[in-house]
């Protein structure tokens, strides 16, 4: 099993985002059973607050539900649980990094990473309002990740039918 935890700051948009996008592809791939897929925040700010409504109104114009999902805290033991803690933005490596104590076995990326732009980052509606080009940033990390895993693992699914 692939246990995938996305990290932001608040846990209340991108992450989430990431989160629920991520676990709509591998279902549409028939693959569900083989992942284990969160997300967390590196701060404290949004604990125990649901997704905020206009990044739920965002996956649900795409029939992704996120109910009941609330803001909870990237801790240490995280990075033993996980074997890939993907954050959004470099403030969020660098807090990942310290919560972490470091990335001893190459867990930490950055989302854009997958999206064959490793220096780019997924954009900030919580400052800039724009949750369609969040959308599209989360949509392409997620399906760069899913390729690299199940090439990784020697699949032949075709993500691009997802």
Known sequence: MTRILFIC?????????AEFVM???????????????????????????????????????????????TACQLKNRDYDQYDLLIGMDQENMRNMYQICGGDFDGKLHLLMEFAGRPDAEVADPWYTGDFE??????????????????????????????
């Open 23 to 69: 676990k709509d592809l591998v279902k549409k791939a028939g693959l569900e059973s083989q992942f284990h897929i969160e997300s967390a925040a590196t701060s404290t700010e949004e604990i125990g607050n649901p997704v905020y409504p206009p990044a739920r109104r965002k996956l649900a114009e795409h029939g992704i539900d996120c109910t009941g999902k």
């Open 133 to 162: 080009a969040t959308w599209q940033d989360v949509l392409a990390g997620c399906i760069g990740d899913c390729w690299i895993i199940y090439r990784h693992r020697g699949c032949s699914y075709d993500i691009s039918k997802v």
């Open 9 to 17: 700051h608040g846990n209340i948009c991108r992450s989430p985002m």
